[in-house]
Each structure stands twice: as structure tokens, then as C-alpha cells.
């Protein structure tokens, strides 16, 4: 029987505390910076995601994760509340930035007939549109899927067309097909006021190194202050 690979894999997530075992810990408005080793066999565009939401909660909040270098792949939240949270990270085969990545090579190789892959692109803009979250997202990107469609069957004046439409660009990538993903098992945060225990015990932590840091130059200084003397009374003891 064939074996259906995930669009993505996810590996080597971060944080963890003994492989997930027990909760990380931050304080209340603290960052939540998580990464992980994210690819996919081929030449497909990857795109992912970090996840959040207080524990019994149904809805995630999401923000895109950036590339980092080589697979690895980084996201940063904030956690205003006292409580438990799960986290986790999603991936995904982004088809039309592939399309755009693509397109954009051919173009620069100076292919002059690009109405195959203009279609293509307006095809993608179109499906995307059908899954928009309302209908003013879904009228902005079937706008552009037809303005695509104008340069289908004659040499496109550039891709500038992206630049100026970055930002519908960037929301259909956001909301084209997570169809076939791939979800990082659910961790746990716990987020505690800053008198809390973690609060604490980094208070200690820094209390402590201050004292290291003081008795490490009381030390200096006594030892400055007894090779000064020595070296005096020798020279004392020479004349």
C-alpha cells in the first residue's frame, strides 16, 4: 500500500521543557519565541504558522512564522494573562506563492508567453477567494483574479503587479488551501503574574549573580591590596 506523506514535517520544536513534558514558563506580557525545523521533499514554497490559545479555549490565535535560515522556521507571541496556554505549530504547502515563485523566474528568464501560468494564477486567486473569511476579501481577490486574466495571451509589462498589490497578495497566501498540513503536537505554557513563583525565582537568580559578581571583585581587590604591601616590604627589605 502506498504511504500518503504529510505536506510538511515539523521537527526539533522549541521550547521545550524534558521533551514537552512539563509546561514553559513565562510571566505575564512576556514573548513566546517559537521555532522549529519545518520542510518539505521537493520544490514546493512552505509556509507555516504559530498557534496560541488559553487552555478550554476553542479558538487559536495565529500569527505567519518567518524563515530563519536552512528549514529553520521561527514565531513570536505575547501572553497577557495569568493562565494556561497551548501552543503548537501548523505547516503548510503554499501553492501560490509557489505559482509566484515561479512566475517570477520565468518572467526574469524573458519567456514572453506566460498565459498558461497567468490562468494558473488567477485560478489560484479565484479558489481563494471562495474561502475568503468575508465578502469584501472575496470581491478584492476575484478583482485581482480578473485583472490577472487581462494579461493572459500577451507579454506581461512586469511583475509589479505583485508589489502593488502586496497586501491582497499577502492575505491569500494567508487563506489559500491549509488542505494539506501538517500540526506540531500541543504544548503547554503557563503564564504567571510577575510576584508569582517564576517572578520570583528570577528575582533570586539575579539577586544571586549580583552577589557572585561583588564577591568576585572584593576578592580581586584584597588580593591587589596584599601583592601591593608584599611588594613594598620587598623592596623596603632591599634598601
Not at 509556509?47 to 524563515?67: F, N, S
Not at 481563494?128 to 500577451?154: E, H, P, Q, V, Y
Request: with cysteine; hydrophobic share 40%.
Amino acid at each position: 500500500m502506498a504511504r500518503a506523506f504529510p505536506s510538511a514535517v515539523i521537527e526539533n520544536l522549541r521550547p521545550l521543557v524534558d521533551g514537552g513534558r512539563y509546561p514553559v514558563k513565562r510571566i505575564v506580557g512576556d514573548d513566546l519565541a517559537v521555532e522549529a525545523d519545518i520542510f518539505k521533499d521537493g520544490h514546493d514554497v512552505v509556509a507555516a504558522a504559530l498557534k496560541w490559545r488559553k487552555l478550554g479555549e476553542t479558538h487559536w490565535h495565529e500569527t505567519p512564522m518567518a524563515h530563519v535560515d536552512n528549514d529553520r522556521w521561527r514565531g513570536v507571541c505575547t501572553v497577557y494573562e495569568n493562565a494556561i496556554y497551548e501552543y503548537t505549530v501548523e505547516a503548510w504547502t503554499d501553492t501560490f506563492r509557489g505559482w509566484q515563485h515561479e512566475f517570477a523566474t520565468k518572467f526574469g528568464a524573458g519567456i514572453d508567453n506566460l498565459s498558461s501560468e497567468t490562468l494558473e494564477g488567477a485560478a489560484l486567486l479565484e479558489a481563494a477567494a471562495n474561502r475568503a473569511a468575508n465578502f469584501a476579501d472575496a470581491d478584492r481577490l476575484r478583482d485581482l483574479a480578473n485583472t490577472m486574466r487581462k494579461f493572459a495571451g500577451r507579454k506581461p509589462g512586469g511583475v509589479d503587479l505583485f508589489d502593488d498589490e502586496a497586501p491582497l497578495v499577502a492575505h491569500a497566501l494567508e487563506i489559500d488551501a491549509h488542505g494539506f498540513h501538517a500540526v506540531e503536537q500541543q504544548r503547554q505554557l503557563l503564564v504567571e503574574r510577575k510576584h508569582g513563583g517564576l517572578f520570583a525565582a528570577r528575582q533570586r537568580g539575579h539577586a544571586l549573580v549580583v552577589r557572585k559578581r561583588e564577591e568576585r571583585r572584593r576578592v580581586k581587590g584584597e588580593r591587589h591590596s596584599r601583592r601591593s604591601v608584599e611588594t613594598g616590604r620587598s623592596r623596603g627589605a632591599g634598601g
